[in-house]
Structures are given as C-alpha cells and as structure tokens.
C-alpha cells in the first residue's frame, strides 16, 4: 500500500482510494485473510459540493472545522447503508439500517437529536448522579445552583460538531487543534488530535492494514496493524494532551474518586 501521504488532502484521496480497492474485493471469492464485509461489497464514497456544505451549516448553525470539511468534499459518506443488530436486554432485537459515515444530505431525523443530546445527558448527571468536575468550583448541596453553575460553564464551552454516532469534533476554530471526541453522556473519550488521526482510527479496519496473529497463552486469533502502520497511529498519554476548554477535564476526570462518592 505504501506509506500514508502527510499533505491532509492527498490522505484523503488515499483513504478513498484504499477504501474502496478494499471494497471492491468479493469476499466470497478474494483470496485476501482480511474480507470485506459482504454488506459493504462494492461501496464508494459520495463528497459534497462547496454548496451543500455551505446549506447544511447554515441549517444546523454551526461552522466545520476545515479538516472536517474536507473531508466532506472528497469523501462525506458512501453510497449505501449498513445494516445492524441491536439488542434490546433480555427481549429480542431487531436490524435497522444507518449510515456508515454521517450522510448530511438525508440524516436530519438522526443529526437534531445530536445536537442538544450532549448537554441534556451531562445535565442529567449533574442533577441526578451529582457529577462534578473540580475545575467548575464547589459543588453545591442545591440542584438549581448547580444546574446555574454547569449552564454558565457549557455557554461557554467550545462547539461540539457532531461526526458520526456519538463522535464529535470540538469545532472552536481559535484552538490549535480540533480533537475528535467520544461522547456518551459525561463519559468522554479522546478519540484523535485531529480528523486524519480520527479518520484512521475510525476506518483502519477497511484499509486491510492488519494481520492475523495466534495467542499462544489464550488460544486465540486476533488482528495485528502491520508493522509499517503501527507509527501512523496515535497513542495517548493523558498528562500530555493539547489544550481545549471544558472538555479536556472530562477526559481527565477521575472516574474511581467519582465511583468512591468523592466529588470535588
């Protein structure tokens, strides 16, 4: 495959072009150890123009960030939906069918509940389960004082803009770099410094970059990056991320203190 351009958009070109030569093989007659699934078969991307773009921020009334809108141009989404099984606890589940990457051009019924959901889960464990972050000050014995306390502290918080799922992009436009985060409720993941490093974290399983390897210990197979990727991807260290406002305390947050009903 050979390396992976670092000029953002002729990685976007190879992305697309990997992608899709990973699609085109039938995975009922490739000979390749790593198969595409078979919904997936054939697939390609659809971009946007300038001008969808453009109508699709002023419907939300949010800006993209300009790796994101890139991103949009030259891939966006692809020209059909995957098909998933979800479970319902101990009752039977059923398939539904949803975007693989956000398709901004027909999604409005799955993008306006993404826009507020953020705030109205994080609410909801400020008041119910008594989250706090030390950073915010105090936390008060009274509901309303919090609740007044997070509203002040999320006006001014960097745009989320959603990206697919519970992924969004701090999309304040004056920081140095736009991370991808993994959203679910106050449950926040850093997920990339940026959108190519979220990107190949997201699709690195349709790039056929992996090998299969045997744990002896464990008796079992799993999926190796191939030695000539493995520096491509990021790895984290928590004490050294960049800098983003309100967000970044909640992937620092001290989850076991939280457990313990130590609230700071």
Known sequence: MGPIPKDYIDFLHWLKNHTEDYWSRDPETSTSENKCPKWIHGAKWIGMTDEQIDEVEERYGFTFTPDHRLFLKILHTIDRKERVYEYYGSEEGEYYECSFMRNWLTDDEDIKPRLNSVYDRILKDVIANKFWINSWGTRSGNVEERVNIFNEKYA????????????????????????????????????????????????????????????????????????????????????????????????????????????L
């Open 156 to 263: 001014k918080a960097p745009r989320l803009v959603p990206v697919i799922a519970h992924r969004y992009q701090v999309a304040d436009l004056s920081l140095e770099t736009n991370p991808v985060l993994s959203i679910l409720g106050t449950d926040i993941v850093y997920y990339g410094t940026d959108f190519r490093h979220y990107l190949l974290k997201e699709l690195s399983e349709h790039l056929n970059i992996y090998h299969s390897v045997f744990d002896e210990e464990d008796q079992v197979w799993y999926w190796e990056v191939n030695d000539e990727y493995k520096d491509y991807f990021e790895s984290y260290d928590k004490n050294n991320l960049p800098e983003f406002p309100f967000w970044k305390s909640f992937v620092l947050f001290d989850w076991t203190n939280h457990a313990n009903n130590i609230h």
